[in-house]
């Protein structure tokens, strides 16, 4: 029984980092109509400048932890104004945005490589909070909870800032027809921006707290991310944050819980024929609304 | 008894080199020239790690080969490079740029089996020689065309889970297996076989994947099986990621590693949570105990500032390889000819692993170095006491 | 120039196969949809045509034309699913889809050798795979200038307008679909036998990626574009390797940012193709 319910911890702590990741995919998606395949390299970046943070500057877990969300966001919205603004002001679609996030992807992937010498780098033992804390006989690690903290105030954060604010309403009118915001008296320019620095943010916190719990900083860190966290933004809804952290939580639970009782080589196989059931049963996710389709 | 043979070895290794001695299986010197091995390297990419240590040790060789004129009098021999990626594709079009170009007498490539896999044909109906020095399939190489330099790490790693049980006495163990990777199902396989043998329980079989990145789940499986050791058999990534997760959920029983520990950059990774922990080495820097190891150990640390990994060696073994051949062909010799002294050859004479016999194309050394880091990040031969 | 040849015939080649992949992504492209699958249509095409000449010693002559039905079928119950989705749903479906497909690449070991991969000893000529690439071209060619090409053009610039005009958008998707799958498989079998050696990561997510760019680096508005896009895909870092060895994949993502920036149309662009005729040309 202890064993079960540490694994869902272990599930719950691995689903919040792809519930982080996924609410910043979503956003983008949601509100700027970008498939973002560079989106997770921010994950790698926010990891390899928190490191850079505590071995170069000595700066202490919490520091750390907003140097690399701050770095998360600054890309964000530097890959948005070279990649994506060019195609914007054209009015080009989809499909130019989406072959910018790929070479931009290619572009910082790669560098990631170079910046980590290929290698895979790990904070030192001594500059996060690495004990195990015991509960009743379940043990878990103090990363764990943080992290499963982290998403929740995330999610709640993101949800009351997208639909309950001044602001979300103006990001919403963006994601819905760009124009008729800017008609009303949206700027559309300061919605577009704020847009990339939040989700750049949100993957980059992901980025340090599974660069730190993983033992694992380098580029394979936003790709393993990128992958399971795209899988949620298709289950939950790109355009509701609780449905896409809902789904990334869910999913990390079912990927432990299926390699602790099925078998391992069907894990991802589990979730992205899941994945593909919800796309073909219910196109727009757990909480998806309806859609504006010009008839 | 090897320092003796290896002392010997460098005497005659001198004395060729300063004269045109003929040997007996010599007919011809070398005629003098610029000889070049075409190196498919994986500088980049996912395993880019390996592929620089790899590039690294072969280049070193290339220098001290040539320096000394080892072949003969007024021959070089220089490594031509072309990254991979370690993707298949890129790899083949690098050998066929290698081969179109009639100055490049020998290849060597291929960390991955997929990528060596689908080079192998090629070299062979090209007609070209092939050193392979990264990957570890069974049953690659293939005289005259292709070689392997690569130890064949089932039978060490067997030796070492068998060592660990006759020193800690294990009730039941938990293994943990890269799932994609058959050399690995191999590997455990028989290591298992060798155990239950020896009436050691199998508590269970982990699971991972190669490109997983996060083993608190898996950790947290194996330790509900309650073993009284662990054993490793998977690539380097989830090999380290795992131990980090044990040690910080505090398993303290034994584990047992495999050769994927060696590099100095696993310890740097994860310090003390690898310490004591034991597995096999063909080649280490800190045992190195005959002349050649020495010298390479030295050479290396000059020429890049850090000490050379079982990588290094393997790299800088082809590269003797197809020295040696050349130097035994004589005269100028072409690919076809390199090739067929090359499968002549019983052992590859320049070694840092103190004997390096070679049967079908295939690499051995003698013995089995079961080693673990030590505190202070050196590598100690492992004895069981914790 | 014989050493030059040589050297660069698999770059040749392995452009050619991707020319296949190219199409096959242009083609669906072209019907207004964003798909992934050709990755799967190959796979499909690839592990089931190399099991054929393996086991059944059948020659590549007869392979082909399995691998490319084998695709073509399993695009067709791809388009049967996928087609109810909206335009981001669908490209985020095909994308699911790869992933499976690597999934099922590594679990069904009958069909695909599994972990241990598939040796393929077989060769083709690069003439035979010429050829073949020529037909293909040809097909293409006649296609864009046929009723179907026409119907394409207009389900892909304004569906509405399609509709109104009683074009059936679902049935030129499907069709759309089918001469993917097709193509897709072909080049699967292709790039087999290129290979000579298949594993689950032969087909995967790069395959997709590199198609698309290279489309639309080449010029998505036109079937010569894709095979120009290919071309400069696969030259691209051979070329960048010379020049720049450490920062060569750097390199090239800046290319492609810049070339979609500063070209968006791509390389090979019918309508400024036409704009600069109607410009030469005396209007008055």
């Given at each position: 029984?202890?064993?079960?319910?540490?694994?869902?911890?272990?599930?719950?702590a691995?689903?919040?980092?792809?519930?982080?990741?996924a609410i910043g995919?979503?956003l983008?998606?949601?509100?700027?109509?970008?498939?973002n395949?560079?989106?997770?390299t921010y994950?790698?970046?926010?990891?390899?400048?928190?490191l850079?943070?505590v071995?170069?500057?000595?700066l202490?877990f919490?520091?750390?932890?907003?140097v690399?969300?701050?770095?998360?966001g600054a890309?964000?919205v530097a890959?948005d104004q070279?990649?994506?603004q060019?195609?914007?002001r054209r009015?080009?679609g989809?499909?130019g945005a989406?072959?910018?996030?790929?070479?931009a992807?290619?572009?910082?992937d790669?560098?990631a490589?170079?910046a980590?010498?290929q290698?895979?780098?790990?904070f030192?033992t001594?500059?996060?909070?690495g004990?195990?804390l015991?509960v009743g006989?379940?043990?878990f690690?103090?990363?764990?909870?943080?992290t499963?903290?982290?998403m929740?105030a995330a999610t709640l954060?993101?949800?009351?800032?997208?639909?309950?604010s001044?602001?979300g309403?103006?990001?919403r009118a963006?994601?819905?027809?760009e124009?008729?915001?800017?008609?009303?008296?949206?700027?559309p320019?300061?919605?577009?921006?704020?847009?990339?620095?939040?989700?750049?943010?949100?993957s980059g916190?992901?980025?340090?707290?599974?660069g730190?719990?993983?033992?694992?900083?380098?580029y394979?860190?936003?790709?393993?991310?990128?992958?399971k966290?795209f899988?949620?933004?298709?289950?939950?809804?790109?355009?509701?944050?609780?449905?896409?952290?809902l789904?990334?939580?869910?999913?990390?639970?079912?990927?432990?819980?299926?390699?602790?009782?099925?078998?391992t080589?069907?894990?991802?196989?589990?979730?992205?024929?899941?994945?593909?059931?919800?796309?073909?049963?219910?196109p727009?996710?757990?909480?998806?609304?309806t859609?504006?389709?010009?008839a | 008894?090897?320092?003796?043979?290896?002392?010997a070895?460098?005497a005659?290794?001198l004395?060729a080199g300063?004269?045109v001695?003929?040997?007996?299986a010599?007919?011809?010197a070398?005629?003098?020239g610029?000889?070049?091995?075409?190196f498919?390297?994986?500088?980049?990419?996912?395993?880019?790690?390996?592929?620089?240590?790899f590039?690294?040790?072969?280049q070193?060789?290339a220098?001290?080969?040539?320096?000394?004129?080892?072949?003969?009098?007024?021959?070089?021999?220089?490594v031509?490079v072309?990254?991979?990626a370690?993707d298949?594709?890129?790899?083949?079009?690098d050998?066929?740029q290698?081969i179109?170009?009639r100055?490049?007498i020998?290849?060597?490539?291929?960390?991955?089996s997929?990528?060596?896999?689908s080079?192998k044909?090629i070299?062979?109906?090209?007609?070209?020689?092939l050193?392979?020095?990264?990957a570890?399939?069974?049953?690659?190489?293939?005289p005259?065309?292709?070689?392997?330099?690569?130890?064949?790490?089932?039978p060490?790693?067997?030796?070492?889970?068998?060592?660990?049980?006759?020193t800690?006495k294990?009730?039941?163990?938990?293994?943990?297996?890269?799932?994609d990777?058959?050399?690995?199902?191999?590997?455990?396989?028989?290591?298992?076989a060798?155990l239950?043998?020896m009436g050691?329980k199998t508590a269970?079989?982990?699971?991972?994947?190669?490109a997983?990145?996060?083993?608190?789940?898996?950790?947290?499986?194996?330790?509900?099986?309650h073993?009284?050791?662990?054993l490793?058999?998977t690539t380097?990534?989830p090999?380290?990621?795992i131990?980090?997760?044990?040690?910080?959920?505090?398993?303290?029983?034994?584990?047992v590693?495999?050769?994927?520990l060696?590099?100095a950059?696993?310890?740097?990774k994860?310090?003390p949570?690898?310490v004591?922990?034991?597995?096999?080495i063909g080649?280490?820097?800190d045992l190195?105990t005959t002349?050649?190891?020495?010298?390479f150990v030295?050479?290396?640390k000059a020429?890049?500032?850090?000490?050379?990994?079982?990588?290094?060696?393997q790299?800088y073994?082809?590269i003797w390889?197809i020295?040696?051949?050349?130097?035994?062909?004589g005269?100028?010799?072409?690919?076809?000819t390199?090739a067929?002294?090359?499968?002549?050859q019983?052992?590859?004479?320049?070694?840092?692993?103190?004997?390096?016999?070679?049967?079908?194309?295939q690499?051995?050394?003698?013995?089995t170095?079961?080693?673990a880091?030590?505190?202070?990040?050196?590598?100690?031969p492992?004895?069981?006491?914790? | 120039?014989?050493?030059?040849?040589?050297?660069?015939?698999?770059?040749?080649g392995?452009?050619?196969?991707?020319?296949?992949?190219?199409l096959s992504?242009?083609a669906?492209?072209s019907a207004g949809m964003l798909?992934f699958a050709?990755?799967?249509f190959?796979?499909?095409?690839?592990f089931?045509g190399?099991?054929?000449a393996?086991?059944?010693?059948?020659?590549?002559v007869?392979?082909?034309p399995?691998?490319?039905?084998?695709?073509?079928?399993?695009?067709?119950?791809?388009?049967?699913l996928?087609?109810r989705?909206?335009?981001?749903?669908?490209?985020?479906a095909?994308?699911?889809?790869?992933?499976?497909t690597?999934?099922v690449?590594l679990?069904?070991?009958?069909?695909t050798g599994?972990v241990?991969g598939?040796?393929?000893p077989?060769?083709?000529p690069l003439w035979v795979l010429?050829?073949?690439?020529?037909?293909?071209?040809v097909?293409?060619?006649?296609l864009?200038?046929?009723?179907?090409?026409?119907?394409?053009?207009?389900?892909?610039?304004?569906?509405?307008?399609?509709?109104?005009?009683?074009?059936?958008?679902?049935r030129?998707q499907?069709?759309a679909?089918i001469i993917?799958?097709?193509?897709?498989?072909?080049?699967?079998?292709?790039?087999?036998l290129m290979?000579?050696?298949?594993?689950?990561?032969?087909?995967?997510?790069?395959?997709?990626?590199?198609?698309i760019?290279?489309?639309?680096?080449?010029?998505?508005y036109?079937?010569?574009g894709a095979i120009v896009?290919?071309?400069?895909?696969?030259?691209l870092?051979v070329?960048?390797?010379a020049?720049?060895?450490?920062?060569?994949?750097v390199a090239?993502?800046?290319c492609?940012?810049?070339?979609?920036?500063?070209?968006?149309?791509?390389l090979?662009?019918?309508?400024?193709?036409?704009?600069?005729r109607?410009?030469?040309a005396?209007?008055?």
């Amino acid at each position: 029984m202890s064993l079960f319910v540490e694994q869902l911890i272990n599930g719950c702590a691995l689903g919040s980092l792809y519930a982080l990741f996924a609410i910043g995919f979503g956003l983008v998606f949601a509100t700027l109509g970008i498939l973002n395949a560079a989106h997770g390299t921010y994950a790698s970046w926010a990891a390899i400048a928190a490191l850079a943070a505590v071995q170069r500057l000595g700066l202490p877990f919490p520091l750390a932890v907003l140097v690399g969300v701050a770095a998360g966001g600054a890309l964000g919205v530097a890959v948005d104004q070279i990649a994506f603004q060019p195609l914007r002001r054209r009015g080009a679609g989809m499909l130019g945005a989406l072959i910018t996030s790929i070479a931009a992807w290619i572009v910082l992937d790669n560098l990631a490589g170079v910046a980590t010498g290929q290698d895979s780098l790990s904070f030192p033992t001594d500059s996060y909070p690495g004990g195990m804390l015991h509960v009743g006989g379940i043990a878990f690690s103090t990363m764990q909870l943080i992290t499963i903290i982290a998403m929740l105030a995330a999610t709640l954060g993101m949800h009351l800032l997208v639909r309950h604010s001044r602001f979300g309403a103006a990001m919403r009118a963006v994601g819905w027809k760009e124009q008729a915001a800017a008609i009303v008296g949206v700027d559309p320019r300061r919605v577009v921006l704020a847009t990339a620095f939040l989700a750049g943010a949100a993957s980059g916190l992901a980025g340090v707290l599974g660069g730190i719990s993983t033992a694992n900083v380098s580029y394979s860190l936003g790709e393993g991310l990128m992958l399971k966290g795209f899988a949620a933004v298709v289950v939950g809804g790109y355009d509701d944050v609780r449905g896409a952290a809902l789904a990334g939580v869910a999913l990390g639970i079912l990927e432990v819980m299926s390699a602790q009782y099925v078998s391992t080589s069907l894990r991802d196989g589990i979730t992205y024929a899941l994945l593909l059931g919800f796309l073909l049963l219910r196109p727009r996710g757990l909480f998806g609304g309806t859609s504006f389709v010009r008839a | 008894m090897r320092i003796a043979k290896g002392a010997a070895l460098v005497a005659a290794m001198l004395l060729a080199g300063g004269s045109v001695l003929a040997g007996p299986a010599r007919a011809a010197a070398l005629a003098p020239g610029d000889y070049k091995v075409g190196f498919v390297a994986e500088i980049t990419g996912p395993i880019a790690f390996a592929g620089k240590s790899f590039l690294a040790g072969a280049q070193l060789a290339a220098d001290e080969i040539s320096a000394n004129g080892w072949m003969g009098k007024g021959t070089h021999i220089s490594v031509l490079v072309k990254d991979s990626a370690s993707d298949a594709a890129r790899a083949i079009q690098d050998i066929h740029q290698f081969i179109a170009d009639r100055s490049v007498i020998a290849t060597t490539c291929c960390i991955l089996s997929p990528v060596a896999n689908s080079v192998k044909p090629i070299v062979a109906s090209a007609g070209i020689p092939l050193v392979i020095h990264g990957a570890t399939l069974p049953g690659l190489p293939a005289p005259p065309w292709v070689y392997s330099m690569t130890v064949l790490p089932g039978p060490k790693d067997v030796a070492t889970a068998v060592k660990m049980a006759e020193t800690t006495k294990p009730k039941s163990v938990t293994y943990f297996l890269a799932a994609d990777n058959d050399a690995f199902k191999a590997r455990l396989g028989a290591a298992r076989a060798a155990l239950e043998k020896m009436g050691v329980k199998t508590a269970g079989v982990v699971s991972v994947l190669t490109a997983d990145t996060d083993f608190t789940a898996p950790a947290t499986q194996a330790m509900g099986e309650h073993p009284d050791a662990i054993l490793i058999y998977t690539t380097q990534a989830p090999a380290v990621g795992i131990i980090a997760a044990l040690r910080q959920r505090g398993y303290t029983g034994t584990i047992v590693g495999n050769d994927v520990l060696s590099p100095a950059s696993v310890f740097k990774k994860l310090g003390p949570a690898v310490v004591g922990i034991p597995f096999p080495i063909g080649f280490s820097s800190d045992l190195a105990t005959t002349p050649e190891a020495k010298a390479f150990v030295a050479g290396y640390k000059a020429k890049f500032g850090n000490d050379p990994d079982i990588y290094s060696a393997q790299g800088y073994e082809a590269i003797w390889f197809i020295a040696q051949g050349l130097r035994a062909a004589g005269g100028k010799p072409t690919r076809a000819t390199l090739a067929k002294t090359l499968a002549a050859q019983h052992e590859v004479t320049h070694n840092v692993y103190g004997g390096e016999p070679i049967t079908g194309g295939q690499i051995d050394t003698a013995g089995t170095t079961i080693v673990a880091w030590s505190a202070d990040g050196k590598l100690v031969p492992w004895t069981g006491a914790k | 120039m014989a050493d030059f040849w040589a050297a660069y015939q698999s770059t040749l080649g392995f452009a050619m196969v991707n020319a296949f992949f190219a199409l096959s992504t242009y083609a669906v492209l072209s019907a207004g949809m964003l798909s992934f699958a050709t990755v799967t249509f190959a796979a499909l095409g690839g592990f089931l045509g190399a099991q054929l000449a393996v086991h059944l010693a059948l020659p590549p002559v007869l392979v082909m034309p399995v691998s490319a039905l084998s695709g073509a079928l399993l695009a067709y119950v791809v388009a049967l699913l996928f087609l109810r989705l909206d335009s981001h749903w669908m490209a985020l479906a095909s994308l699911a889809l790869v992933l499976i497909t690597r999934v099922v690449a590594l679990n069904a070991t009958a069909l695909t050798g599994g972990v241990n991969g598939l040796s393929v000893p077989l060769s083709l000529p690069l003439w035979v795979l010429a050829a073949i690439l020529a037909v293909i071209c040809v097909v293409f060619w006649r296609l864009s200038a046929s009723w179907y090409g026409i119907a394409a053009r207009a389900v892909r610039e304004d569906a509405a307008v399609a509709a109104t005009l009683g074009i059936p958008q679902r049935r030129i998707q499907t069709i759309a679909f089918i001469i993917s799958g097709a193509v897709g498989g072909l080049g699967g079998i292709l790039l087999a036998l290129m290979l000579q050696f298949l594993s689950p990561e032969t087909y995967f997510i790069d395959i997709a990626f590199t198609m698309i760019a290279a489309v639309v680096l080449g010029g998505s508005y036109h079937w010569a574009g894709a095979i120009v896009g290919a071309v400069v895909f696969t030259a691209l870092p051979v070329l960048l390797q010379a020049v720049v060895p450490d920062f060569e994949k750097v390199a090239n993502g800046i290319c492609l940012l810049l070339i979609m920036i500063f070209l968006p149309r791509g390389l090979i662009d019918p309508r400024a193709l036409r704009l600069r005729r109607a410009r030469k040309a005396p209007s008055r």
